[in-house]
């Protein structure tokens, strides 16, 4: 069993940063790539970022791109998303996620945090 833990999300303004934490425990951490989702309001769960295992290769939905950067410190056993220059469309509870069961953008991983809700407003 995995257990996933965000933290790190609040109320900014435009143009403000954010630095969320996702805090894992349970199985090893190191065999996981891990991702970030968010879901607003009335709007279904979507992909934002992810890390790759072993090789730290990183991808991101073209709305953060830029933007928004994904880190792990496997020591830690602790993911990250660094999120600059914020937009009120970021607004959103952000999710961290473990173990995808198909690409990295897929929604279908094996384990989920409870989320932390992340505001922007202009």
């Known amino acids: 069993q995995v257990q996933l833990v965000e933290s790190g999300g609040g109320s900014v303004q435009a143009g403000d940063s954010l630095k969320l934490s996702c805090a894992t425990s349970g199985r090893t951490f190191k065999t996981y790539p891990m991702g970030w989702f968010r879901q607003a309001p009335g709007k279904e769960r979507e992909f934002v970022a992810a890390?790759?295992?072993?090789?730290?290769?990183?991808t991101y939905a073209d709305s953060v791109k830029g933007r928004f950067t994904i880190s792990r410190d496997n020591a830690k056993n602790t993911v990250y998303l660094q999120m600059n220059s914020l937009k009120p469309e970021d607004t959103a509870v952000y999710y961290c996620?473990?173990?995808?069961?198909?690409?990295?953008?897929?929604?279908?991983?094996?384990?989920w945090g409870q989320g932390t809700q992340v505001t922007v407003s202009s």
């Open positions: 996620a473990a173990e995808p069961l198909g690409t990295y953008k897929d929604i279908n991983y094996n384990y």
């Open positions: 890390i790759s295992l072993n090789d730290y290769v990183t």
